[in-house]
């Protein structure tokens, strides 16, 4: 376990292999151990340094930390990921996130252009109603509140959301909720819920990749059309098997998909654009 000490508190992450850097962010109610397995297949390609961090107000980030509602917004976590980036030296690197970490991804992206060499997307929302409504409610203080209060109403609406995930995906949500607080339970995805990169997206020039399970019920796989049109250089790749978790419903069609985003050349990248 490793930390860094940042503006708004302690910051969580783990990290390994060795090689050029690459940076994974978690989504909502969730935590770097989403990527606990690709992260160990990309570092046994002896290629790659790979970091995972815990956003505030989650994981192992989630004590600590200001409780200001400014501390749990995108642009915040953006600003989180470019403090780490700092600390440890890391001038430019690829991004990758998974769910609201996608969304914080492409938003670096955006604000520090020359900070991030490539940024991948995994069932992440460009556009923040795509989100299922359950969780667009939950953005909502006072019905947040309530579900916290009475936790037997979170898990009813987990088990309603996740009837169809595998065991492994409905453990790691259950056991990542425990560890979230409620500030940033309802104000971060209170902020997603707001977003909208739509119209921020076509100034975006480097390699972009999205990643859609086609039977996610959590974030619309339409998002996927949204990063297609938008972005210049961009790779979508739909995984027909998988809901919103495709590293671990589908994670050899996964790591290939990721690890050749990897290894093309911004050249290759250009020319295989769709319509290019």
Same mark, same amino acid.
């Given at each position: 376990?490793?930390?860094? *000490?940042?503006?708004?508190?302690?910051?969580?992450?783990?990290?390994?292999?060795?090689?050029?850097?690459?940076?994974?962010?978690?989504?909502?109610?969730?935590s770097w151990d989403v990527w606990r397995e690709p992260m160990i297949a990309l570092a046994k390609t002896g290629c790659y340094r790979v970091?995972?961090?815990?956003?505030?107000?989650?994981?192992?980030?989630?004590?600590?930390?200001?409780?200001?509602?400014?501390?749990?917004?995108?642009?915040?976590?953006?600003?989180? *990921?470019?403090?780490?980036?700092? *600390? /440890?030296?890391?001038?430019?690197?690829?991004?990758?996130?998974?769910?609201?970490?996608?969304?914080?991804?492409?938003?670096?992206?955006?604000?520090?252009?020359?900070?991030?060499? &490539?940024?991948?997307?995994?069932?992440?929302?460009?556009?923040?109603?795509?989100?299922?409504?359950?969780?667009? /409610?939950?953005?909502?203080?006072?019905?947040? &509140?309530?579900?916290?209060?009475?936790?037997?109403?979170?898990?009813?609406?987990?088990?309603?959301?996740?009837?169809?995930?595998?065991?492994?995906?409905?453990?790691?949500?259950?056991?990542?909720?425990?560890?979230?607080?409620?500030?940033?339970?309802?104000?971060?995805?209170?902020?997603?819920?707001?977003?909208?990169?739509? $119209?921020?997206?076509?100034?975006?020039?480097?390699?972009?990749?999205?990643?859609?399970?086609?039977?996610?019920?959590?974030?619309?796989?339409?998002?996927?059309?949204? /990063?297609?049109?938008?972005?210049?250089?961009?790779?979508?790749?739909?995984?027909?098997?998988?809901?919103?978790?495709?590293?671990?419903?589908?994670?050899?069609?996964?790591?290939?998909?990721?690890?050749?985003?990897?290894?093309?050349?911004? $050249? $290759? $990248?250009?020319?295989?654009?769709?319509?290019?």
């Amino acid at each position: 376990m490793s930390s860094i *000490v940042t503006e708004q508190g302690i910051l969580h992450y783990e990290s390994i292999g060795r090689g050029e850097p690459v940076i994974l962010l978690h989504g909502w109610i969730n935590s770097w151990d989403v990527w606990r397995e690709p992260m160990i297949a990309l570092a046994k390609t002896g290629c790659y340094r790979v970091y995972a961090l815990d956003f505030w107000g989650f994981g192992d980030s989630a004590t600590g930390v200001r409780t200001s509602s400014a501390s749990f917004r995108i642009d915040s976590y953006v600003e989180m *990921v470019n403090q780490f980036m700092q *600390v /440890l030296g890391i001038q430019q690197t690829p991004i990758f996130g998974h769910s609201m970490g996608g969304t914080v991804a492409l938003q670096m992206a955006l604000t520090y252009p020359h900070s991030v060499s &490539k940024v991948a997307v995994v069932g992440s929302p460009v556009v923040g109603t795509s989100l299922n409504p359950f969780l667009q /409610l939950a953005g909502y203080g006072s019905i947040a &509140k309530l579900i916290w209060r009475y936790p037997i109403i979170l898990h009813s609406l987990m088990r309603i959301l996740l009837a169809r995930d595998s065991k492994k995906v409905r453990s790691m949500i259950f056991r990542d909720v425990q560890r979230t607080t409620i500030e940033s339970f309802f104000r971060s995805i209170g902020d997603l819920r707001d977003t909208d990169l739509r $119209e921020d997206l076509v100034h975006l020039n480097i390699p972009t990749l999205g990643i859609y399970g086609t039977k996610d019920n959590i974030v619309s796989p339409s998002n996927a059309h949204l /990063l297609n049109k938008n972005t210049h250089l961009n790779q979508v790749a739909l995984m027909a098997h998988s809901r919103h978790f495709p590293m671990i419903d589908e994670p050899e069609a996964f790591m290939q998909t990721l690890d050749t985003f990897l290894q093309n050349s911004h $050249e $290759e $990248e250009l020319v295989s654009k769709p319509g290019g």
